[in-house]
């Protein structure tokens, strides 16, 4: 099958590459450009660990084509921090724990940075719905929501 | 919420550590939350092949012929993997420690024992590739009747699942279909009790369900070697089960791992390891063998489920008298560790309490299912949630509140176990009497005074008692399940000769002297060795101003326990489970 | 329709590490010529904490801050042999291991540094902030970097150590399992509080109260971590999970997270977790371990509650509302329990 074009931002650098009319976003950013941020999970649509932002929306990326990202702004987990300066998400994650192994942690971030950048003064059951679509089995999620409601107060403090 | 209870055990602790004991951030974090964490998944190779296996439809079917051909011809195809191309197409994971017999293709050859159980693996440069060339492989079966309930599964003429275990259960000893606990006289106990009551639990299979499915990658590394970014859970684990079926030696072998999206278990069981390399060793080629998450949830090895009897002897007071266990893990088709977790469970039996009578006869069943594995709290979450169901019952038969029956039970420091070991450091009264009281559920007076340090080991409760033991159960002889007892072992005997109890720095057990302290100090050659190596370990000391409680510098030593009695036969001298169990892997 | 509300309650112990020992874990542990310690672990960290419980063990065991300790895990080339991540057995095997290690490397350390002093490295402590003095005389210092430095390029001395923990592997005895399992046990006692909707069969867990003794705790975070992880993993053993839900027929089995049914984030019961410390005697600084056993309890104090809201047992796992409802109509309707004790006494 031939190949096509694409070309789309990622986080905020110009990229081009090749794919499949059939190959998703999330296969095109981890074998493709290298971003490792987005995880695979599922490739159904019921995890949430490939989550990524295309125009500020959140996606998920493994029933993405990616060619229907032409041109688009993808922001994932890998450039959320600028620079050495992590997003206030960042460091609310990890003045709460909460991440334990991990994988889910990429995916559950860009959520709750969509829900952040929509409503930056979210209740705590607008947080549960906004990553309720992503799976964590190591938290039992509550960090999780207290650390996405310390960022959105501003009131991350490190305890550590 | 968490909240630290100093005030309880205090005089066994010495909370003056610099770092032990601080919430200090994890080293992972920084990665994780800037998706820096490299998975094994998340390494970039050129010309990277992808394995897909071909798995039977059947619980239980026999394998007429297998045609790949049309596979073999498929765009993108590489390579087909089929039983033959498996050096070692037969295995047990705990071979490595010489635990029971290989019993487990790779992939399938003359037989499939459960659906999903892989039969031809397929290479290709896509995971479309692979997928497509999966359905063009043709196998025909001959399918055969299956077993799925645990108890069926052993009765005569029930189909057998694993010709490895013709009787559909795990050997234990080279002697019994099951691993036993005898302690007392249960009959007996029974028998004096005002109430008996027997009832029936069951867990099913759970799935792990990580985020990161199971999966590996392997790669030709430079002199020949072979280089795997692994899941596993057991980094050398994985490595020597992949040398053993792969035919290699262990340096040929480069695993690289550690950073694991989750496993509760489900990563023990190196299912993709040993085919990724054999792929790159037959190719040339970087191999990417990873389970979507279908075959996570279905094939992935679950939790296995476990069918449990629970049978009590109680009196109207609330002492339970007598207890007896009767339970089946569910192994599916091959066993994996379901024979290991049947030890711990009776290690675990009868849970946290101490009954002057207990017996268990623990099972390992073989069905036409996915083999289960490991899962957090491995042989012991099934029987805790019977036991403790069980309780329930026993404190409401009793009249008494289920807090303050659990306290009457509860084992203490001193009580003997049923495996015939005292119990020390033990906490569970403290543990009720904190939850009760953070709970507001009332306690009464004697409850609340009652203590794991006291009353323990007094009179009978540190005592082994006369037990009654039996032949029940033989290899091959299901008529032997019932019979009668066969020798009454005199009280205090001991077979098993103890093992050397280490004890670490900065901790000890409260109620007696200092105990004496291995040091753990490096070995070192007989020749005098350097003064300078043996500095006091490490008591921090943060400043001047401060000493160290004495727990840390035991200035006298009390004198050394008395000799353990000798055990009535000789331990064999190699420390391997073949000397455990006298099953010697083939 | 009507909820009702109950509680229920459970006690367990939990054995830490492989049953029957012969499990062992190595550690090897250097420092640059800076005196920043490597140390390097074929352990794996799932997420439960591997790599930092190893740190802080390894820096507090050396007498160095926290910071100047880095854990390399896993590499079969780089980090010598472990049993691996299961069994409860991360934080006491390989925990004990690195102690050993890093008493040899503190060792050497120390010596460097009495030979820079011109003193008995028996006087020698350190400060857990980069430095060793004399006992007693803090003044009387070198820093570790300078020790280092000293060891490396002036005495050609390593700082580094080996270590190895191995309880031996028992036998058991065939007729009456007689056997030496593990020697150290953690406990916990875990209430929980229901509701049961008699029309539905669904169970809402209020909220949880529990006790854990976990021998020494080495991150009172990352306890927090497995304890709530696992609480929440326990809820959903109980009443959500299985591949198999008639079983021990195989059919109707879920395929994926749409049909495998988990709490969600708006599922989760508030918990209060009281954490008790009795070190283990042949702990790494008497700790124990967590990582298997906040699961365990919460299963059946569930079971319980239900019992006590609305009289039925369901002894049988997962406990679906379809169980509860069937065993309702077999018991002739609710039947609630005693109410046990008043409000929780937190939050």
Request: hydrophobic share 40%; with cysteine; aromatic share 4%.
């Given at each position: 099958m031939a190949k096509l074009p694409i070309q789309f931002r990622l986080n905020g650098s110009d990229r081009a590459t090749?794919?499949?009319?059939?190959?998703?976003?999330?296969?095109?950013?981890?074998?493709?450009?290298?971003?490792?941020?987005?995880?695979?999970?599922?490739?159904?649509?019921?995890c949430g660990v490939c989550t990524v932002l295309v125009d500020g929306e959140p996606q998920l990326a493994c029933l993405t084509l990616a060619v229907s990202c032409e041109g688009r702004q993808i922001e994932t987990a890998s450039g959320m921090a600028d620079g050495p300066h992590l997003h206030p998400l960042q460091d609310a994650f990890m003045d709460h724990f909460a991440a334990q192994c991990g994988f889910c942690t990429p995916g559950m971030l860009t959520a709750a940075r969509a829900l952040l950048a929509k409503n930056p003064q979210p209740s705590r059951e607008e947080v549960v719905e906004a990553i309720s679509g992503n799976i964590c089995r190591c938290t039992g999620y509550e960090p999780i929501i207290a650390a996405i409601l310390a960022a959105a107060s501003g009131t991350s403090v490190r305890r550590a | 919420m968490l909240e630290l209870r100093k005030d309880l055990f205090a005089d066994?602790?010495?909370?003056?550590?610099?770092?032990?004991?601080?919430?200090?951030?994890?080293?992972?974090?920084?990665?994780?939350?800037?998706?820096?964490?490299r998975f094994f998944d998340d390494h970039a190779f050129d010309g990277m092949l992808h394995l897909k296996v071909v798995r039977s439809p059947h619980h239980h079917a026999r394998i007429r012929a297998i045609d790949t051909s049309a596979a073999e011809r498929a765009p993108g195809v590489k390579r087909v993997l089929r039983g033959a191309d498996v050096p070692v197409n037969k295995?047990?994971?705990?071979?490595?420690i010489n635990f029971g017999k290989d019993d487990e293709p790779s992939l399938a050859v003359s037989k499939v024992s459960y659906k999903g159980e892989p039969v031809v693996a397929i290479l290709a440069d896509s995971e479309a590739q692979a997928l497509a060339a999966r359905k063009l492989v043709r196998i025909d079966y001959d399918p055969l009747p299956a077993v799925f309930d645990v108890e069926e599964t052993l009765k005569p003429g029930a189909p057998v699942v694993n010709e490895t275990y013709p009787g559909n259960y795990f050997e234990y000893h080279e002697r019994f279909d099951h691993q036993k606990l005898r302690f007392g006289d249960v009959e007996r106990g029974f028998a004096g009790a005002d109430i008996v009551m027997e009832h029936r639990y069951q867990m099913s299979p759970i799935e792990h369900a990580p985020t990161e499915t199971n999966g590996s990658i392997a790669a030709p590394e430079q002199n020949g070697r072979?280089?795997?970014?692994?899941?596993?859970?057991?980094?050398?684990?994985?490595?020597?089960?992949?040398?053993?079926?792969?035919?290699?030696?262990?340096?040929?072998?480069?695993?690289?791992?550690?950073?694991?999206?989750?496993?509760?278990?489900?990563?023990?069981?190196?299912?993709?390891?040993?085919?990724?390399?054999?792929?790159?060793?037959?190719?040339?080629?970087?191999v990417r063998f990873v389970l979507d998450r279908e075959e996570e949830m279905l094939y992935g090895s679950p939790r296995g489920a476990e069918?449990?009897?629970?049978?009590?002897?109680?009196?109207?007071?609330?002492?339970?008298?007598a207890r007896h266990i009767r339970s089946y893990f569910d192994a599916g088709a091959y066993t994996r560790l379901s024979s290991y977790a049947a030890i711990k469970c009776t290690a675990h039996v009868p849970g946290p309490y101490w009954i002057p009578n207990v017996a268990s006869d623990i099972y390992v069943s073989y069905t036409n299912r996915c083999p289960s594995t490991a899962m957090r709290g491995f042989g012991v979450t099934a029987v805790d949630f019977a036991l403790e169901v069980q309780m329930d019952r026993l404190a409401e038969a009793a009249s008494m509140d289920p807090m303050e029956f659990r306290i009457l039970n509860a084992y203490r420091d001193g009580d003997m176990k049923p495996h015939r070991r005292a119990?020390?450091?033990?906490?569970?009264?403290?543990?009720?009497?904190?939850?009760?009281?953070?709970?507001?559920?009332?306690?009464?007076?004697?409850?609340?005074?009652?203590?794991?340090?006291?009353?323990?080991?007094?009179?009978?409760?540190?005592?082994?008692?006369?037990?009654?033991?039996?032949?029940?159960?033989?290899?091959?002889?299901?008529?032997?399940?019932?019979?009668?007892?066969?020798?009454?072992l005199p009280a205090g005997t001991s077979r098993i000769a103890p093992s050397k109890q280490p004890v670490m720095e900065g901790a000890r057990d409260g109620r007696a002297a200092p105990t004496q302290v291995p040091r753990y100090e490096p070995q070192r050659p007989a020749a005098p060795p350097p003064p300078a190596y043996q500095p006091a370990p490490p008591p921090y000391q943060p400043g001047g101003s401060y000493s160290p409680p004495p727990a840390y510098q035991p200035a006298s030593p009390p004198p050394a326990p008395p000799p353990p009695a000798a055990p009535a036969q000789p331990q064999h001298g190699a420390v391997r489970f073949s000397s455990v169990f006298g099953t010697r892997r083939r | 329709m009507a909820r009702h509300e109950g509680r229920g309650m459970a006690s367990v112990n939990y054995p830490i590490g492989m049953n029957l020992g012969g499990d062992p874990s190595q550690a090897l542990i250097h420092s640059n010529p800076d005196g920043k310690f490597t140390v390097a672990l074929s352990a794996i960290d799932l997420g439960q904490g591997m790599k930092q419980v190893s740190r802080q063990i390894a820096a507090e065991t050396l007498g160095v801050p926290v910071e100047d300790v880095y854990v390399d895990t896993a590499d079969s080339d780089t980090g010598p042999h472990d049993m691996g991540s299961f069994a409860s057995r991360g934080t006491h095997r390989m925990g004990n291991a690195i102690i050993v290690a890093a008493r040899?490397?503190?060792?050497?350390?120390?010596?460097?540094?009495?030979?820079?002093?011109?003193?008995?490295?028996?006087?020698l402590v350190t400060d857990g902030r980069g430095n060793i003095h004399v006992r007693g005389a803090p003044s009387r210092s070198i820093t570790v970097k300078a020790t280092a430095q000293a060891a490396q390029f002036k005495q050609g001395k390593t700082i580094a150590g080996r270590g190895i923990f191995l309880i031996p592997l028992s036998a058991v005895d065939a007729e009456t399992g007689e056997m030496n399992p593990n020697t150290a046990f953690a406990h916990a006692c875990l209430v929980a509080d229901v509701a049961v909707d008699d029309e539905t069969g669904e169970v809402e867990v209020l909220r949880m109260t529990s006790a854990y003794e976990l021998g020494r705790?080495?991150?009172?975070?990352?306890?927090?971590?497995?304890?709530?992880?696992?609480?929440?993993?326990?809820?959903?053993?109980?009443?959500?999970?299985?591949?198999?839900p008639y079983y021990p027929n195989p059919e109707h089995g879920p395929r994926d997270f749409n049909e495998y049914l988990m709490p969600g984030p708006g599922d989760i019961a508030p918990y209060h977790v009281t954490v008790l410390e009795r070190p283990a005697p042949d702990g790494p600084f008497g700790g124990k371990g967590p990582g298997e056993m906040c699961a365990n309890p919460v299963l059946p104090a569930i079971a319980n509650a239900v019992y006590n809201a609305v009289g039925v047992r369901v002894d049988e796992l997962p406990i679906t509302p379809e169980k509860i409802l069937r065993a309702i109509r077999a018991n002739g309707g609710v039947k609630p329990g005693p109410r046990r004790g008043g409000p929780v006494n937190w939050r």
């Open positions: 090749f794919v499949d009319p059939a190959s998703n976003l999330l296969d095109t950013l981890r074998r493709g450009l290298g971003d490792f941020g987005p995880k695979y999970g599922c490739g159904q649509g019921t | 066994e602790r010495d909370d003056n550590l610099n770092v032990v004991g601080k919430g200090v951030q994890r080293q992972d974090m920084p990665g994780h939350v800037t998706a820096r964490t295995n047990t994971l705990l071979s490595l072979y280089v795997v970014h692994s899941c596993a859970q057991g980094l050398f684990f994985a490595l020597g089960t992949t040398a053993k079926i792969v035919d290699v030696e262990s340096n040929m072998l480069h695993f690289i791992g550690g950073t694991v999206g989750g496993g509760f278990g489900g990563k023990v069981d190196s299912l993709t390891e040993p085919l990724a390399v054999l792929g790159a060793m037959l190719t040339g080629r970087p069918r449990i009897y629970v049978k009590d002897g109680l009196m109207r007071d609330g002492r339970i008298v119990a020390k450091n033990t906490a569970l009264v403290e543990c009720v009497q904190v939850a009760a009281e953070k709970a507001n559920w009332p306690l009464s007076e004697q409850a609340k005074r009652a203590s794991s340090l006291l009353g323990g080991g007094a009179g009978d409760r540190a005592q082994i008692p006369a037990t009654q033991l039996d032949a029940r159960g033989q290899i091959g002889r299901p008529d032997t399940r019932s019979g009668p007892v066969t020798q009454v | 040899e490397a503190r060792g050497v350390l120390l010596e460097a540094a009495a030979e820079e002093l011109e003193v008995n490295a028996a006087d705790v080495i991150n009172p975070r990352m306890v927090e971590q497995q304890l709530v992880g696992g609480a929440w993993m326990g809820i959903s053993h109980a009443l959500y999970e299985t591949p198999e």
